[in-house]
T-cell receptor, first 115, second 108 residues
């Protein structure tokens, strides 16, 4: 069966510090991978998605970036965090389009607080 | 207009009640539809897909009306454990678009 891991679970960082969040998927090959952010009491905002190694699409311009160095690894980064970067960061995977209905499966998330 | 509109609630219902949520979407090119459940401070989890013919999974029934562009979720015999936020979602291409969620609180 497929599993998705994210770490760390919680993170408190000062403004201006760098960020690296990691997501890995097991039990599947060539998944689509996604990064979302959910601000407190708000809906999910898609940040980045990737259909393959080295292929990243950005949905929202911001001071975050994403990379996919391996098939089942997705990394979210920032060089300098802003207060507005606080939120619940969720990684998700899906099978490639056409194989299934497009359902996405989420990792446990990282709760980031920028102070 | 939001791409997916849901009543944020909260819906406060007693145990055993039947509760229904509706959701409207604006993208007529939407290909597939889902309901996700999100518990407080947890990740969303897929509850069920929604098919054009309607589908049922135990106490949960989902309906899709493409002509009117709305989706519904019916929960029968509510349990305390059903308390959560229910997210209406559609898929267009590789992307999922999420509604803001409807909060359900089931009381003893």
């Amino acid at each position: 069966s497929q599993t998705i891991h994210q770490w760390p679970a919680t993170l408190v960082q000062p403004v201006g510090s760098p960020l690296s969040l990691e997501c890995t998927v097991e039990g599947t090959s060539n998944p689509n991978l996604y990064w979302y952010r959910q601000a407190a009491g708000r809906g999910l905002q898609l940040l980045f998605y990737s259909v393959g190694i080295g292929q990243i699409s950005s949905e929202v311009p911001q001071n975050l970036s994403a990379s996919r160095p391996q098939d089942r690894q997705f990394i979210l980064s920032s060089k300098k965090l802003l207060l507005s970067d606080s939120g619940f960061y969720l990684c998700a995977w899906s099978v490639p389009l056409g194989v299934a209905g497009g359902e996405q499966f989420f990792g446990p998330g990282t709760r980031l607080t920028v102070l | 207009r939001k791409e997916v509109e849901q009543d944020p609630g909260p819906f406060n219902v007693p145990e055993g009640a039947t509760v229904a949520f509706n959701c409207t979407y604006s993208n007529s090119a939407s290909q597939s539809f889902f309901w996700y459940r999100q518990d407080c401070r947890k990740e969303p989890k897929l509850l069920m897909s929604v098919y054009s013919s309607g589908n049922e999974d135990g106490r949960f029934t989902a309906q899709l009306n493409r002509a009117s562009q709305y989706i519904s979720l019916l929960i029968r015999d509510s349990k305390l454990s059903d308390s959560a936020t229910y997210l209406c979602v559609y898929n267009a291409g590789n992307m999922l678009t999420f509604g803001g969620g409807t909060r359900l609180m089931v009381k003893p």
